[in-house]
């Protein structure tokens, strides 16, 4: 089938969830043969960067795409992660830098610049004359293209789930112009795929969507995790490690992580503590480790880029991920992939589908940091954990996910067509006038 | 003649509670008396109390033609005491029937036979007191924990004074042969040994309500007509199964109840076929061969092995550690604690660690209590790992109190 896809650019240029996410089910879609459109926001180049994004996404493009997949870019500010803030400060820094208004560039705000891409998206597709049979889009900031693209050419339209304001707010504080738009998203498809029956309860109670039009479809693990590192040998002695790496927002619950740190120190004050990620909540965090005490067991090492996080892999004793409301979530499926014994949050999508971890209610403190103490105690529970783990997450593959998604394309597909063929004596949806 | 001879287990085990590594040291009580007190509560309403006026009325209706064996654990005969004592009176009154043969096994319903024969001859002899004290019955025939079984056990139990024991009949043991007869086993050729019909058995245990079976539904007439086929090639078909078979694994919509009300009659409308209880079948035949059981057996999975129990690195360690522990628990001399280990040693603790099929989506297919087989070996360990303290603690102690004699230890 001809996909046009709306997605996000891939990692290690992009590091975030859903740009993993959207690059291995592209990847295996391509390889059960469907023909990809793939059009992506692109920001400008930070400056005093190295990375040259397009020449990575061109080697991409040669080495495992030939033929089947053809990129397109928007230049953009967009993120999907961007609070209407985090946008502000963007165009506040790119003006600085580049001192020009880029206000005058990009939308002047976040939701403008949403607005501004759908056009883009229109426009570009007229101009060049893609075709396709379905239109997939990744999360809110792509659904009003998507919503667009489908009025205007009739075809059918998936717009995926990823993640969801509620999840960001970390709470009900859910920005409502945001919410407007993942709701007429939702409304808009012909069906919705969310990341985890999690996330596809949240569709059906807080956006109304018709169970009967939401499907479930996991994501995988990018069979490349998979290669298990050869461990480094450790400096000994070394002290036990406990790691948490991902954003540093509420979200995430770094702050539970760090209470349980607490209990686990004062039980054991040998036991290393490792917090990987920047975010908004970072220098809060910092006092607080501090307030606690423990500031000499717990460390900080900000970003950590791909390499990197597989060196922080390799020196954990075990892997926390102690999510407020995690969509999915497959951090933890690289730690277990790199024979790490991990503890969830049950407040997560990944926590569905995994067996072979230990599950802890994010707000339960005394019960993560017992749970952290035994693996780190207790030496047949922590081998028994690390290799049914990485046995396990071996079968959760893209390649699943992509078969799932098969099945939609098809199913909406079907519906669309009998659907045309029931108006048939209907005018064909006219092209709305460039903007 | 063929016998039909039935063996109901019964056994609830003292479940732990989520015991944490924090409470280690603080916090002595393991076990979860709610969950343990409600479990017991609805097994009674939903089993034992239906079955056992069943089986009653039918000791009664069919003036001693009808017989069957059970077997209590010690742990579950404690657990009526504390949760349901009118469970144990209906037992009281089924025993009392005079058709009811009650056998033996360890009070704990451990896999002590494996690891401490000392502990083992222990737990069997405190069962043998439990039994003579709530029914003043002293059984002849033993079982061990999940029909576990080796060439290691008969000798011991014959020393004990057993008449016999009764375990699987597990196809890779007899190869060609029947389970339909008694065996023995080559450390001591005289010791008679009874085996499960695995097929009879489950067509009613595991069978019964599955629709998709394509023998269901079984009614009792076809189920006399396959147990009739035994005759020419055959004493005694043995039916064991948990008890709670009726009412709690299969449900009473199932017809299971009704199933049982009127199996008697369909058997016995075959004049040479007959109930007998376990010794019954040792008065009435004699081992026809040697079975040779090298490694443990049991009724398990359809490995009839150790693996539900033993295999992975928890369940071993966890066992290790367990049995480990006796020596310092017992020279306490401390009740308290040494009837703490020895609730430990139920093997159903060791069953909920297993990994075998441990899948998402496939949780239920062994029965835990537990969200993982990992939530399960941790509240084990604390549990042992305080249990250790409390040893240590004692010990110091006593040390101390020799030395300086005035100071008290409180028992």
């Given at each position: 089938m001809r996909v046009l896809m709306l997605g996000w650019e891939f990692p290690p240029y992009f590091a975030g969830g859903v740009g993993v996410a959207c690059e291995a089910l592209s990847r295996s879609l391509v390889a059960q043969g469907h023909k990809l459109t793939y059009i992506m926001p692109r920001g400008p180049k930070p400056s005093g960067s190295q990375n040259n994004p397009t020449a990575h996404m061109d080697v991409l493009i040669a080495e495992h795409f030939a033929g089947h997949i053809r990129f397109e870019t928007i230049d953009s500010l967009l993120s999907p992660y961007f609070s209407e803030a985090a946008y502000a400060n963007a165009i506040e820094e790119l003006s600085e830098t580049d001192g020009l208004d880029a206000g005058t560039l990009y939308g002047p705000n976040l939701l403008a610049e949403v607005e501004r891409f759908a056009a883009q998206v229109s426009w570009l597709v007229r101009k060049k004359h893609i075709d396709f049979d379905v239109i997939h889009a990744h999360d809110w900031t792509t659904f009003p293209a998507g919503a667009r693209l489908k009025a205007e050419t009739g075809k059918p339209l998936l717009s995926h789930v990823h993640i969801t304001e509620f999840d960001k707010s970390g709470g009900?504080?859910?920005?409502s112009r945001v919410y407007a738009i993942e709701r007429a998203g939702m409304h808009s498809a012909d069906h919705v795929i969310a990341v985890s029956r999690f996330t596809r309860q949240r569709c059906i109670?807080?956006?109304?969507?018709?169970p009967g039009r939401v499907s479930v479809v996991y994501n995988g693990i990018d069979a490349r995790a998979?290669?298990?590192?050869?461990r480094k040998k450790r400096a000994e002695p070394s002290p036990k490690t406990v790691l948490f790496l991902g954003r540093m927002t509420l979200q995430k619950g770094p702050d539970h992580f760090l209470k349980a740190a607490k209990r686990v120190a004062d039980f054991n004050p040998n036991v290393r503590f490792i917090m990987a990620g920047t975010g908004d909540m970072l220098l809060h965090l910092v006092d607080e480790a501090a307030r606690l005490g423990i500031g000499a067991n717990?460390?900080?090492?900000g970003f950590a880029s791909r390499q990197e996080a597989m060196d922080l892999y390799a020196s954990a004793d075990v892997f926390v991920m102690p999510s407020v409301s995690e969509p999915f979530g497959i951090v933890p499926l690289e730690a277990m992939a790199q024979h790490v014994p991990v503890i969830v949050s049950r407040q997560s999508g990944v926590s569905e589908v995994l067996a072979h971890a230990l599950k802890v209610d994010f707000w339960d403190v005394e019960d993560l940091a017992s749970k952290i103490l035994s693996v780190l105690s207790y030496p047949a529970l922590s081998t028994t954990l690390a290799q049914e783990g990485q046995r396990e997450v071996e079968g959760l593959t893209w390649d699943k996910a992509a078969i799932a998604t098969t099945r939609l394309y098809q199913k909406v597909a079907r519906h669309t067509r009998s659907t045309q063929a029931r108006t048939a004596h209907a005018p064909a949806a006219q092209w709305s006038p460039l903007c | 003649m063929l016998n039909l001879c039935f063996y109901f287990q019964v056994h609830q085990p003292f479940r732990l509670r989520h015991?944490?590594?924090?409470?280690i040291g603080h916090n002595h009580d393991y076990f979860d008396h709610e969950a343990n007190a409600t479990i017991m509560r609805k097994v009674a309403e939903k089993c034992y109390l239906p079955m056992n006026r069943l089986l009653t009325d039918l000791c009664r209706e069919h003036g001693g033609a009808f017989k069957c064996a059970f077997s209590i654990s010690g742990v579950a005969l404690d657990q009526f005491e504390a949760y349901a004592p009118d469970v144990l009176d209906s037992f009281k009154e089924l025993v009392g029937t005079g058709c009811v043969e009650l056998l033996a096994e360890t009070h704990y319903h451990s896999l002590s036979f494996l690891f401490d024969r000392e502990e083992f001859t222990a737990q069997v002899e405190k069962h043998r007191a439990t039994i003579q004290r709530h029914f003043g019955v002293t059984p002849r025939v033993f079982r061990n924990t999940e029909l576990t079984f080796n060439n290691q056990l008969p000798p011991v139990l014959a020393e004990m004074g057993y008449a016999g024991a009764i375990t699987e009949g597990v196809d890779r043991i007899l190869d060609w042969r029947s389970p339909n007869f008694l065996y023995s086993t080559p450390l001591a050729p005289d010791f008679p040994v009874l085996l499960k019909n695995y097929k009879l058995s489950d067509d009613i245990a595991?069978?019964?309500?599955?629709?998709?079976?394509?023998?269901?539904?079984?009614?009792t007439e076809k189920f006399a007509g396959w147990f009739n086929k035994a005759h020419g090639n055959g004493e005694t078909i043995n039916l064991f199964m948990d008890y709670e078979t009726f009412g709690e694994h299969q449900w009473a919509d199932t017809g299971i109840f009704e199933f049982m009300r009127h199996l008697p009659r369909a058997i016995l409308a075959h004049g040479d076929n007959g109930f007998a209880t376990p010794s019954e079948v040792l008065a009435r035949c004699k081992p026809v061969g040697l079975i040779d059981v090298h490694d443990t057996i049991s009724w398990a999975d359809a490995e009839r092995d150790l693996s539900a129990w033993l295999g992975n690195p928890m369940q071993d360690a966890a066992c290790e550690a367990l049995y480990g522990l006796r020596a310092s628990v017992y020279s306490t001399a401390d009740a308290n604690l040494i009837e703490d280990f020895r609730k430990l040693t139920t093997s159903d603790h060791v069953y909920y660690m297993c990994t075998k099929y441990f899948q998402d989506g496939d949780v239920h297919k062994y029965f835990s209590p537990y969200e993982s087989p990992y939530e399960g070996y941790i509240a084990f360990i604390n549990a042992i790992n305080d249990l250790a303290q409390r040893c240590r603690f004692r010990h110091d102690l006593t040390v101390e109190a020799r030395e300086r004699p005035h100071l008290q230890i409180v028992a």
């Open positions: 009900d504080h859910a920005d109670e807080r956006y109304g969507c018709d998979l290669k298990t590192l050869k717990v460390l900080f090492t | 015991y944490k590594v924090l409470e595991f069978r019964f309500g599955n629709r998709g079976w394509e023998a269901y539904p079984l009614t």
